[in-house]
């Protein structure tokens, strides 16, 4: 864990995608949370930002980007940023793509970090 929180720092400065393939691989979820957030509410989301990952990801980040916009308009006024967006105003709070993340990757983001192998493995060879 100690490695991770010491990497954080630096996934967080990288390009989405690369932090998510190592959050995959590594499988650590915060990171996950993190880059998929940001890809789905940047300003706009390029092919080439998204082409190192799996069709399914891919999908899934722009099924976010799309149902976002319309989920904080849904109701007479935004749930999120509490304004009234009929005018075409857009809606400055990134809580409902946080919101669509968590349901959409909601497997995903529900695992566990790998063990901490004990000093006792460690020496154990
Ligand atoms: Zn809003």
């Not at 980040?61 to 749930?79: H, N, P």
Request: glycine share 4%; with cysteine; aromatic share 10%.
């Amino acid at each position: 864990m100690k490695a991770i929180n010491g990497l954080s720092g630096h996934v967080s400065s990288q390009k989405a995608a690369d932090t998510i393939i190592l959050a995959k691989k590594c499988r650590v979820a915060s990171w996950l949370r993190e880059a998929y957030a940001r890809l789905a509410a940047a300003s706009s989301l390029p092919l080439s930002e998204v082409a190192g990952l799996d069709w399914q990801t891919q999908t899934y980040l722009y099924y976010i980007r799309d149902t976002a916009k319309s989920r904080a308009t849904m109701k007479r006024r935004c749930e999120y940023c509490e304004l009234w967006h009929l005018a075409g105003i857009v809606c400055s709070d990134t809580g409902a793509y946080s919101d669509l993340v968590e349901e959409v990757f909601k497997e995903e983001l529900s695992i566990d970090p790998p063990p901490i192998p004990s000093p006792v493995d460690m020496w154990d060879y």
